[in-house]
């Protein structure tokens, strides 16, 4: 066994230290903060995009001479975008917090799945005002 020096690096590269190693790690950490913010960015905007479109949907199925009830079915939609989209929006925007702005932007698609087939099954005559 013989005690031979290190192995100087290469003429022109900087010595390994503690922080060069932990540069791979710190690009990766901020590569994924960008994913991360751009799919919390992307599922807010998506969802901002269906709560616009609700207002269509329920105007094209709105009774020309009935009482204006259809449009009671905006309401929850309204809350879920007030209370879940636009958090998720404004956390994505700003860049803090994202893992709570993803599992809001989650939360958000989920209630907006659950209440908009309630609302087409109340539309289609088969909720539970209509007996059926």
Known sequence: MTDQPAASPAPGTPPQTAETLARPRRRLRVSMRRWLRAMVLVAAIALTGFWIYTFHAIGARASPQGDGMEWMAAFPM?????????????????????????????????????????ILAEFAGHGPGTGG
């Open 78 to 118: 309204t809350l879920i975008f007030l209370l879940l989209t636009l958090p998720a929006l404004i956390i994505g925007l700003f860049g803090r917090a994202l893992i709570l702005g993803a599992l809001v932007a989650a939360a958000a698609g989920f209630v907006n799945v659950w209440i908009w087939l309630e």
